[in-house]
């Protein structure tokens, strides 16, 4: 009987291993759940205990709100890291839509505008004004260090050209969210694009430190294509676009 050689079987183990690693992998980033839990579908944490007090409050408290909290403490759960860090940015983003989906209860406009204000990354806008200093508009009410917790879990790597910044691509992905929700609701990418190329006009000349950027043009551009399409085909998800490349991407 003709042995196997160590480093024939030694060989055949890694490639085992491989397999094996590829395939659970695999089972982690799908929409099932694999054997140790990890799903894209998981109940984001809540730090605060119940209390009369928060259940009085929420009464009163308008339902989007409560939605932008739920779907921002989806963000900041450690599980979306490991989600994130197993398999990709861009199965995080299709994750981020697809739980604004369910909590919105699959209304896609709604979903669309809690995937854009769950990735929104400015806490301010500074309008340049004549003569007097900026004047400062708030965006978000988090605290500091909710803010900057759920800046580091977004993510960044959005394009295989993504900057290796810190920062990387993240704040494309407002732009994507917010050009599809308008496409989607006016039912028309052209009035999305109109305000998309509006707001990249004005920003060199109202916000502080903004630039015409010609990569934000171009996430509206995959943004207003997403929405438009939701209307025929209900079950796309963004990374049906966000890997797409134009023809005139600069």
């Avoid at 730090?47 to 739920?70: A, C, M, R, V, Y």
């Avoid at 995080?92 to 204000?117: G, V």
């Avoid at 050209?161 to 993240?170: K, L």
């Avoid at 025929?232 to 600069?250: A, N």
Wanted: charged share 25%; net charge negative.
């Amino acid at each position: 009987m003709k042995l196997i050689s160590p480093l024939k079987l030694a060989l055949v183990l890694t490639l085992f291993l491989l397999i094996m690693f590829l395939f659970e992998a695999h089972a982690q980033c799908n929409d099932e759940k694999s054997p140790d839990g990890l799903s894209w579908d998981f109940d984001e944490g809540n730090s605060e205990d119940f209390s009369i007090g928060i259940f009085l409050s929420e009464i009163f408290t308008p339902q989007i709100i409560i939605d932008t909290k739920h779907i921002r403490q989806y963000i900041l759960d450690e599980r979306f890291q490991v989600l994130r860090n197993q398999c990709g940015d861009m199965r995080t983003i299709d994750a981020i839509y697809l739980k604004s989906l369910k909590i919105a209860d699959y209304n896609i406009a709604r979903a669309l505008f809690l995937s854009f204000l769950a990735v929104l990354e400015h806490r301010t806008v500074d309008f340049i004004m004549p003569i007097v200093n900026p004047l400062k508009v708030p965006l978000t009410f988090e605290k500091d260090s909710v803010f900057f917790a759920r800046m580091k879990h977004l993510p960044t790597h959005v394009y295989s050209d993504s900057p290796t910044t810190h920062g990387g691509d993240r704040d494309k992905l407002q732009h994507f969210f917010g050009s599809a929700y308008l496409s989607y609701t006016s039912e028309a990418p052209q009035f999305a694009k109109a305000v998309g190329d509006f707001i990249e006009w004005g920003e060199p000349i109202f916000i502080v430190g903004g630039t015409d950027d010609p990569r934000d043009k171009h996430a509206n551009k995959q943004g207003e294509s997403f929405g438009r399409d939701l209307l025929v085909v209900t079950t796309l998800l963004p990374s049906d676009y966000l890997t797409f490349q134009y023809e005139d991407r600069k």
